[in-house]
């Protein structure tokens, strides 16, 4: 399955049980990435050489990306 099928097969469906299994039984275990916080998963599956994110409060997944992608934080400028 390259890419770009898996984005139109995943992206706004449910990481629920049993897609949730699927996925991880077809690209191996996850890897959670930096950049995870209280509102958004940020995993990446070695096995299919991509990352998924994943919006915690509905469980839905947002986008996939290929190779491993932590969303980066930024740095906030505090004035004084």
Same mark, same amino acid.
Request: hydrophobic share 30%.
């Given at each position: 399955?390259?890419?770009?099928?898996? $984005? &139109?097969?995943?992206? @706004?469906?449910?990481?629920?049980? *049993?897609?949730?299994?699927?996925?991880?039984? &077809?690209? @191996?275990?996850?890897?959670?990435?930096? !950049?995870?916080?209280? /509102?958004?998963?940020?995993?990446?599956?070695? !096995?299919?050489?991509?990352?998924?994110?994943?919006? &915690? /409060?509905?469980?839905?997944? +947002?986008?996939?990306? +290929?190779?491993? $992608? *932590?969303?980066?934080?930024?740095?906030?400028?505090?004035?004084?």
């Amino acid at each position: 399955m390259d890419l770009s099928e898996l $984005k &139109k097969e995943l992206i @706004g469906a449910l990481y629920l049980y *049993p897609r949730a299994d699927f996925i991880h039984r &077809k690209f @191996g275990p996850v890897e959670t990435l930096e !950049g995870t916080d209280n /509102k958004t998963w940020i995993a990446y599956f070695s !096995g299919g050489d991509f990352t998924m994110i994943v919006e &915690k /409060k509905t469980d839905t997944i +947002q986008d996939i990306k +290929q190779g491993k $992608k *932590p969303k980066r934080k930024r740095r906030r400028l505090w004035k004084t």
